[in-house]
């Protein structure tokens, strides 16, 4: 018996985890080894991190008179 997904998981869901297989397993095939898998993994992560926080404004910046908002 297959096993049932879990609630709330779609099939983009379902498509997203592929891909990232797909990639795994291209990588493994090119001789990564599971730590340079892990490092590029870290490396996606430090780059959506990074745009993430480009893309929403921080709320303790410095006010148009150069003032501390946050207190």
Same mark, same amino acid.
């Given at each position: 018996? /297959? @096993?049932? @997904?879990?609630?709330?998981?779609?099939?983009?869901?379902?498509?997203?985890?592929?891909? %990232? /297989?797909?990639?795994?397993?291209?990588?493994?095939?090119?001789?990564?080894?599971?730590?340079?898998?892990?490092? %590029?993994?870290? /490396?996606?992560?430090?780059? %959506?991190?990074?745009?993430?926080?480009?893309? %929403? @404004?921080?709320?303790?910046? @410095?006010?148009?008179?150069?003032?501390?908002?946050?207190?």
């Amino acid at each position: 018996m /297959e @096993p049932r @997904p879990r609630s709330g998981v779609s099939a983009l869901g379902n498509d997203r985890r592929s891909t %990232v /297989e797909g990639f795994i397993l291209q990588l493994r095939d090119n001789g990564y080894t599971a730590n340079q898998i892990i490092g %590029v993994a870290n /490396e996606i992560l430090d780059f %959506v991190i990074k745009d993430l926080k480009q893309r %929403v @404004p921080s709320t303790t910046a @410095p006010a148009d008179n150069g003032t501390h908002q946050g207190q």
